[in-house]
C-alpha cells in the first residue's frame, strides 16, 4: 500500500508562472490536507478538502492559490503568477476518516526564481 | 505568545542518553501530534494522542490535558534518531482534527 505521494519532488518556476503541486492520498483516505512550510519558519495549515469539496480553506492566502480534490485524480495545489515569497515546501496530508491519523508525503520543494 | 510552544529548541546528545523533548499549548485541543522530519526530507507522524500514553519502539508519547502539556521521550538514542520534532495539535470543536497548529520544532542532534 502505498503512501502519500507527491509530486514533483522539487519544482522551480519564474515569477509570473504557475505551479502546480499534486498530491495522491493513501489507498482508501478521502480527507486531504496541505500545509506550507516557509524557509526557517514553522508549518502552517492551508485548506482541507474531501472529494470534490473544500471544506476548509482559512489558511489560504486569497489571492493566487487554489486547491481542487476531483472525483478522479490527485489533489492539486495550484498558485498562479508565483513570486519570490511562494518558495517553500508544500506538504500534504491524507486520513481515513475525520479523526483518523494522518500519513504525510515527501513535500514538494517550490523554488520561485 | 504562539498557541504550541516546544522546548528546547536545540537538544544535542551522545548516543544511548534519554532524551525529553516538551510541548505546551494553549487551547483546548481534539488530538495532539508528534511527527519527525529529518533535514530536506518529508514528514513522519509519530504519534497522535488525546490522552494518557503511548509508546511504539524507543518512542513514548504522554500527554497531561489537565496542565496543556505533553513530552516526547526517546530511550537509548541513536544518532538517526537525528531529526527535528514537531508538535502540533487540533483544536477542539474543528471540522478536522487535521487542521493543525504546529510548534517552532526542536533540532534533535544525537552524536555516536
Known amino acids: 500500500n502505498a503512501g502519500v505521494m507527491q509530486n514533483p519532488r522539487h519544482l522551480v518556476r519564474r515569477r509570473g508562472q504557475e505551479a502546480r503541486l499534486r498530491c495522491s492520498p493513501m489507498?482508501?483516505?478521502?480527507?486531504v490536507y496541505w500545509y506550507r512550510q516557509l524557509p526557517e519558519e514553522g508549518l502552517k495549515f492551508m485548506v482541507y478538502?474531501?472529494?470534490?469539496?473544500?471544506?476548509?480553506e482559512s489558511g489560504m492566502p486569497k489571492e493566487r492559490f487554489s486547491a481542487e480534490f476531483p472525483k478522479e485524480g490527485p489533489s492539486i495545489l495550484r498558485i498562479q503568477q508565483v513570486v519570490r515569497g511562494d518558495s517553500a515546501a508544500y506538504f500534504c496530508?491524507?486520513?481515513?476518516?475525520?479523526?483518523?491519523?494522518?500519513?504525510f508525503g515527501n513535500g514538494t520543494r517550490l523554488t520561485v526564481t | 505568545k504562539n498557541e504550541v510552544e516546544q522546548s528546547p529548541q536545540n537538544l544535542t546528545a551522545q548516543e544511548g542518553e534519554f532524551i525529553t523533548i516538551n510541548c505546551s499549548y494553549s487551547?483546548?485541543?481534539?488530538?495532539l501530534h508528534w511527527l519527525q522530519q529529518h533535514p530536506g526530507g518529508g514528514i513522519v507522524s509519530l504519534f497522535m494522542?488525546?490522552?494518557g500514553k503511548k509508546k511504539h519502539g524507543r518512542l513514548i508519547a504522554t500527554i497531561n490535558i489537565q496542565e496543556k502539556h505533553s513530552s516526547l521521550h526517546i530511550t537509548a538514542s541513536h544518532p538517526r534518531d537525528s531529526a527535528v520534532y514537531i508538535c502540533?495539535?487540533?483544536?477542539?470543536?474543528?471540522?478536522?482534527?487535521?487542521?493543525?497548529?504546529f510548534g517552532q520544532g526542536t533540532i534533535l542532534t544525537v552524536h555516536p
Open positions: 494522542l488525546s490522552s
Open positions: 502540533a495539535v487540533g483544536n477542539a470543536g474543528g471540522t478536522s482534527y487535521g487542521k493543525l497548529t
Open positions: 496530508a491524507s486520513s481515513r476518516s475525520l479523526n483518523s491519523p494522518l500519513h
Open positions: 478538502l474531501q472529494k470534490e469539496n473544500i471544506i476548509d
Open positions: 489507498k482508501g483516505h478521502s480527507h
Open positions: 487551547v483546548g485541543i481534539s488530538a
